[in-house]
């Protein structure tokens, strides 16, 4: 039977954003026991630290090459961890009015807020132009036609950049790939010309970027240096109609080591090549990283209320469930699960699914891991879990949303406090007749 996995993580705590001391698990300064005690599970806490190092080292692979950093949003968007990535200097990737509201209200400037979506609202149009962000990234020629109106309305220009489809197959997941000819994202390659002119055209709007996004949990620079090809086609082709272009976006999508044995991009390597590949053109590069930058900042802890044993393999019965961390049951999706203090040595594996207690059959964290069976009441780490965890969580089976918690150093605190029933059920309201 294969190791279980506790052993490669407390060896190796810090490739999933930990650090291990006195047979302990810890988010920088503070115990996860410590978190779980004073906060209570499921309890989604966040390092500072780490979300800051891997902004650090992403720029550092870049230097040299202007760069920006836009933080998708969609990953995390709690204010406090906005608000962190917004004091480093980080630009912001947002995709609807209720993220331009929490970027500009957690410090982002306007002027480092770029607009990606495929839907947009007139409403969300207009405030993303009364604000004056970066650039709209327009989808389609509808859409064009659509922020002219909206500018000519508000009586205010509006940058915009043109989100092409490069048609890349980034290797990841199927419903993680948006670049791709037959995903619903960013223009054809073919109309990219013809709808730059419209813009050109436009005495409303100013071309000012071109765009893509290829995919998520891209761990290889091969799919990205493919993209940033095509765009390059598309900026000659572009520049030569006459826009004056000021960056290009490479979307987001690089990817983590979610299993203690995952391969991690290497971010040097990356940064230098997609540096090179920029060279002369002058363009400003952004990036749109959520999950680099996040994922492995956090862990969603939970304590097992309970145990079964099957037929053959053991059912691990925990506090969170899958409307905390969708993950799994979405994308089949790996965490590493962790016991929080180190099981004795000679405590002896067995094969688990860890579950929780929601009534459905997707609602696992893991099936089939080898690991040493926790006893009732014992505190496990998912991990992997700040990124796209808290974010796609719902109230499913009248579950309230778990808190959340960010360490800094030594310090700990709330920076979303658990939600109760009471406000779970605080917008619902009885039609008349039911009164
Ligand atoms: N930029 C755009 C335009 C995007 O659509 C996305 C993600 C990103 C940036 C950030 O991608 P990242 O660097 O985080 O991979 N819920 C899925 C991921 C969906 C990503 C959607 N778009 C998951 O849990 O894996």
């Known amino acids: 039977m294969n190791t279980p996995e506790h052993l490669r993580i407390f060896a190796r705590p810090e490739r999933h954003g930990l650090r291990a001391a006195a047979g302990a698990l810890y988010i920088e300064d503070v115990a996860l026991t410590t978190i779980a005690a004073r906060f209570g599970t499921?309890?989604?806490?966040?390092?500072?630290?780490?979300?800051?190092?891997?902004?650090?080292?992403?720029?550092?692979?870049?230097?040299?090459?202007?760069?920006?950093?836009?933080?998708?949003?969609?990953?995390?968007?709690?204010?406090?961890?906005?608000?962190?990535?917004?004091?480093?200097?980080?630009?912001?990737?947002?995709?609807?009015?209720?993220e331009l509201q929490r970027a500009l209200a957690a410090g982002f400037a306007p002027g480092v807020i770029v607009f990606s979506g495929v839907g947009k609202l007139d409403a969300e149009i207009d405030a993303a132009i009364s604000a004056r962000i970066k650039a709209i990234h327009v989808e389609s020629q509808e859409e064009v036609a659509q922020v002219i109106a909206r500018a000519r309305a508000l009586g205010q220009p509006a940058r915009v950049a043109l989100r092409v489809n490069p048609d890349i197959d980034p290797v990841t997941h199927p419903y993680l790939a948006t670049g791709l000819r037959e995903s619903k994202f960013g223009i054809a390659m073919a109309e990219a010309l013809t709808i730059a002119q419209a813009v050109i055209a436009a005495p409303e709007l100013e071309l000012v970027g071109i765009a893509c996004h290829i995919g998520s949990q891209i761990v290889d620079a091969g799919p990205f240096l493919a993209a940033l090809g095509r765009l390059r086609e598309v900026i000659r082709a572009v520049s030569a109609a006459g826009a004056r272009l000021t960056y290009v976006d490479l979307g987001g999508g690089l990817g983590i080591p979610y299993?203690?044995?995952?391969?991690?991009?290497?971010?040097?390597?990356?940064?230098?090549?997609?540096?090179?590949?920029?060279?002369?053109?002058?363009?400003?590069?952004?990036?749109?990283?959520?999950?680099?930058?996040?994922?492995?900042?956090?862990?969603?802890?939970?304590?097992?209320?309970?145990?079964k044993v099957g037929e053959d393999r053991c059912f691990v019965i925990v506090d969170a469930a899958m409307n905390d961390l969708i993950r799994p049951a979405l994308y089949d999706a790996y965490h590493a699960i962790v016991p929080c203090v180190a099981p004795p040595a000679e405590a002896s594996a067995a094969?688990?699914?860890?579950?929780?207690?929601?009534?459905?059959?997707?609602?696992?964290?893991?099936?089939?891991?080898?690991?040493?069976?926790?006893?009732?009441?014992?505190?496990?780490?998912?991990?992997?879990?700040?990124?796209?965890?808290?974010?796609?969580?719902?109230?499913?089976?009248?579950?309230?949303?778990?808190?959340?918690?960010?360490?800094?150093?030594?310090?700990?605190?709330?920076?979303?406090?658990?939600?109760?029933?009471?406000?779970?059920?605080?917008?619902?309201?009885?039609?008349?007749?039911?009164?």
């Open 351 to 435: 094969l688990v699914d860890v579950v929780g207690p929601v009534c459905e059959c997707g609602d696992f964290f893991a099936r089939g891991r080898t690991m040493v069976v926790p006893e009732r009441g014992e505190l496990l780490a998912i991990l992997g879990a700040g990124a796209y965890g808290m974010s796609m969580a719902s109230t499913y089976n009248s579950r309230p949303l778990a808190a959340e918690v960010l360490v800094a150093g030594d310090q700990a605190a709330v920076i979303r406090r658990r939600q109760t029933i009471e406000a779970l059920m605080a917008d619902e309201r009885m039609p008349p007749w039911l009164r």
């Open 42 to 98: 499921p309890t989604y806490v966040y390092g500072a630290g780490h979300v800051l190092a891997q902004l650090e080292a992403l720029r550092a692979a870049l230097v040299g090459q202007p760069t920006l950093v836009c933080y998708a949003v969609k990953a995390n968007s709690n204010q406090a961890i906005l608000r962190t990535l917004a004091r480093a200097g980080a630009g912001a990737d947002i995709v609807s009015l209720g």
């Open 259 to 307: 299993a203690s044995e995952e391969a991690t991009v290497d971010v040097p390597a990356f940064g230098a090549a997609l540096a090179a590949a920029m060279a002369g053109t002058g363009l400003e590069l952004l990036l749109e990283p959520g999950r680099f930058l996040v994922g492995n900042a956090g862990a969603l802890l939970t304590r097992v209320v309970g145990r």
